[in-house]
């Protein structure tokens, strides 16, 4: 990690990389004395550094006079940590991170005054997307939270499944149209040594349990339904409860199948997420198909260029993002906080000019993100060190999505002189997922609290069952019999009060 982080910012210092204090509609600094705020902060996984090592963080500092008290906690643990806080009334004056807004209002301050008096930026966000001031503000009419991510087209899709069409010639094979074909492929990657080391170390479908792009719940979409964290999907505006649906059944016996022949990472339930990084860091290739968000998030080196987007297949869904993108609780402030104002302002400045918006996102200017001759900008991944990926690197010298901004239309040109390199080929690969996308979308909103309380103790019941059912079903195999009993178990889990709010939520917020 030191020499990785030595490289970084040798190339800092040879590139020029610099922050600039460009014109921002805001009054600076926030406060006239230096005061300190702690944070509790959902740590990306992939950065090799803290927070307050971070240029963006020490830049924001300077600027603001805000300082940051950084609690750092593992996203396995921010759900817990986050928990325990609200329960025990041991908060932190702001939760950055997915925080459960409804259930923990009366624990949360409200915002919307403080945005209209003071928060121009914010303000803009509202005017340019008018659906997200809705979107943010709860039943009662306050506002508890801010959204965090980037919101565009390249995120429209999470995972994705990329083929190496290396190994398809190889092995003598076309790109696959159909699940029999797509199997028969997977058989001839785990049989016929296509990455010529004479072991049989390939991994024909490479996914895994420990990060939500690569969940393999997301091809079940091959068999008409969808997994999502919810277990819903919307058809001819009825809310589906997919986990009770035909296509479900189907998808379990294939994804058992792929299991059971090796077709599929025999790690998948075990492994971290460090594990899962180390089987695209290998010096031999190992990866047949790849579901991931792009290849360079776990491929690294000259095997990126092997992999193109499969196609959905005939009939498929896949999940969409919903709509406002981002996460709309990323950041939130709690009643601890003695000086709420700044706390709403420090958003608002890290979302007032592109400088400081992609220094919380992609790290310092000329590394992976640099102005064009012709006023655009676009990211790139020339000077990301070997052994490394670009995702590694904007969540070490920057933050990334889970930094206090919201990257939207409001900062990029035209889309085809953005886009460059990976993006370039993301957003294309995109372009063939949204096809198969479904018509009606859960909409991105907060709901009545009473009854989103309820069906949040519901899904906790509900993803008691599921998780380990679903592994079970994987690993071990499902049948007709067993299939009838998960639906019995079903019926006793208050599904159809778990769907019947979801309903209500989706007439009420399309």
Not at 36 to 47: A, G, N, P, R, V
Not at 142 to 171: C, F, Q, R
Request: charged share 20%; aromatic share 12%; net charge negative.
């Amino acid at each position: 990690m030191r020499k990785f982080l030595a490289l970084l910012a040798a190339l800092c210092l040879v590139l020029g990389c610099t922050v600039s204090a460009m014109a921002v509609d805001v009054d600076l600094p926030i406060l006239e004395e230096k005061e300190t705020f702690t944070w509790y902060i959902s740590k990306e996984s992939l950065s090799q550094n803290t927070w307050p090592e971070k240029e963006c963080v020490i830049f924001t500092e300077e600027q603001t006079n805000v300082h940051l008290d950084c609690v750092e906690i593992p996203s396995s643990g921010w759900t817990e940590k986050v928990n325990l806080a609200f329960a025990s009334d041991t908060l932190p004056d702001v939760f950055m991170g997915s925080v459960d807004v409804v259930s923990n209002c009366d624990m949360l301050a409200p915002i919307e005054e403080i945005i209209d008096a003071c928060a121009p930026n914010i303000q803009q966000i509202f005017a340019d997307l008018p659906e997200m001031r809705g979107a943010l503000t709860l039943p009662n009419g306050h506002i508890y939270s801010l959204p965090t991510g980037d919101a565009d087209v390249k995120n429209m899709i999470d995972g994705e499944l990329w083929i190496n069409t290396t190994w398809l010639e190889k092995v003598n094979k076309e790109m696959p149209t159909t699940v029999d074909e797509f199997v028969d492929v997977l058989k001839a990657f785990r049989d016929g040594d296509p990455n010529g080391n004479g072991l049989a170390d390939e991994i024909p479908l490479l996914a895994t349990g420990s990060h939500s792009a690569a969940y393999i719940r997301q091809i079940m979409g091959l068999f008409g339904t969808l997994d999502n964290s919810n277990h819903i999907r919307v058809q001819d505006g009825s809310v589906i409860f997919t986990p009770a649906e035909d296509g479900y059944f189907q998808a379990l016996q294939f994804l058992h199948m792929l299991y059971e022949e090796g077709l599929l990472n025999q790690e998948y339930f075990t492994e971290d997420y460090q594990q899962f990084l180390a089987k695209g860091q290998n010096e031999t290739c190992v990866a047949g198909v790849l579901l991931e968000w792009y290849i360079d998030n776990i491929m690294f080196g000259p095997y990126v260029e092997q992999y193109a987007p499969i196609e959905p297949f005939e009939g498929s869904l896949w999940n969409k993002s919903a709509m406002p993108q981002g996460t709309l609780n990323g950041f939130s402030i709690t009643t601890a906080c003695s000086n709420v104002e700044a706390m709403v302002r420090y958003y608002d400045y890290c979302n007032s000019s592109l400088d400081i918006l992609n220094l919380w996102n992609y790290g310092p200017e000329n590394v992976i993100w640099r102005y064009l001759d012709n006023g655009l900008w676009e990211v790139f991944t020339d000077n990301v060190p070997e052994g490394s990926s670009s995702s590694q690197v904007r969540r070490t010298l920057g933050v990334g999505p889970t930094a206090p901004m919201y990257a939207y239309s409001r900062w990029r040109g035209p889309q085809a002189e953005q886009y460059a390199g990976r993006i370039t080929a993301k957003v294309a690969a995109n372009e063939l997922y949204l096809k198969h996308t479904p018509a009606e979308n859960m909409p991105n909103g907060f709901g009545d609290i009473d009854e989103t309380t309820e069906r949040n103790l519901l899904l906790v019941d509900i993803d008691q069952y599921l998780d380990p059912f679903f592994a079970s079903a994987v690993v071990d195999g499902i049948d007709e019999a067993g299939w009838q009993q998960h639906l019995n178990v079903l019926s006793t889990l208050g599904v159809d009060e778990y769907i019947g709010y979801w309903q209500t939520f989706y007439e009420q917020h399309t």
